[in-house]
Structure formats: structure tokens, C-alpha cells
């Protein structure tokens, strides 16, 4: 899945050398310094304060709402994964 920040590269599991805890990070790193805990909290962050948020030029909105609904989808596409049934 893309890197919702950079849209190019991807985010790839690592591990903190430090803690031993895992993590998703951009592979762009260290041009692109995103990175999240677990793609599960992307759903919460990404989907609801994007959409309204008020300082985003309304050029900018449709690319926005288009990387959140890719990241949604994708984030879908891994729950379902998940799912023992
Ligand atoms: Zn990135």
C-alpha cells in the first residue's frame, strides 16, 4: 500500500532497533518520515479530521479524499485479511 504522505513510496514493516516494536514506515525514509504503530490506527487519523479539515486549499480536496479513500480500501483489503472467517 502507498504511503498515504508521499504517495510514493510504500509502507513497509519495520522494527525499532531500540524497543524491538514493529512499526509501518515509508520505504522513501528517510526523504519521507511517515511512519504509524499499526495500519489500524490510520483508519481513525486519516479518514475523519482529512476530510474536514479546513485549511486544505479546495484544489488540493480531491486528491486528498482520493488517497484517503485508496488508504481505506487498502486498510478494508488487511481487516479482511485478518479475519479468521
Ligand atoms: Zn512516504
New binding site residues.
Partial sequence: MF?P?????ELVKRRNKKNGQTFYG????P??K?AVASLDRLKPTVVEPAVSMPSVAESNQGELIAAIRELTDAIRALATTKEPT
Avoid: I, L, R, V
Avoid at 504522505?5 to 513510496?9: F, L, P, S, Y
Avoid at 515509508?26 to 525514509?29: K, V
Fill in positions: 504511503c504522505q508521499c504517495h510514493d513510496g515509508c520505504s522513501t525514509y526523504a519521507c511517515f
